[in-house]
């Protein structure tokens, strides 16, 4: 009997849309990356809100991407600090990465 082991994990590939457009792009490519961006930043608007968009954009692009982690639980708390990030509660993102920090060591020992 075969038994499967189910991890739960996200993969948030968003930030790569944001990236500028590069010369060297062929033109269609070009087309679709525009429209991918603005795509991606009318989901960041409905996520997080419209107002100062600008500055939510920037923050989600500083984050990059979200780093791959097999172990549930962390990606709750993960995902609740970059929120806190990208929204321009800075404070909030700090004291959680913290916290999270603390959790992960705690595991390892």
């Known amino acids: 009997m075969k038994r499967y082991r189910i991890f739960s994990f996200d993969f948030d590939s968003r930030a790569s849309s944001l990236e500028p457009i590069q010369e060297q792009w062929e033109d269609k490519v070009k087309e679709l990356h525009a429209q991918n961006r603005e795509n ?4 960041l608007a409905a996520q997080f809100g419209e107002q100062n ?3 939510k954009v920037n ?4 984050l990059k991407f979200k780093p791959f ?4 639980f962390h990606n709750k708390f993960l995902e609740q600090i ?3 990030y990208v929204v321009g509660s800075y ?3 700090l004291t959680g990465a913290c916290a999270l920090g603390e ?3 705690n595991h390892m020992v």
């Open 82 to 84: 970059r929120n806190s």
């Open 91 to 93: 404070y909030p993102a």
């Open 103 to 105: 959790r992960i060591l």
């Open 40 to 43: 991606t930043i009318k989901g």
């Open 59 to 62: 923050n989600f692009v500083d």
């Open 69 to 72: 982690s097999v172990a549930a």
């Open 53 to 55: 968009l600008d500055i």
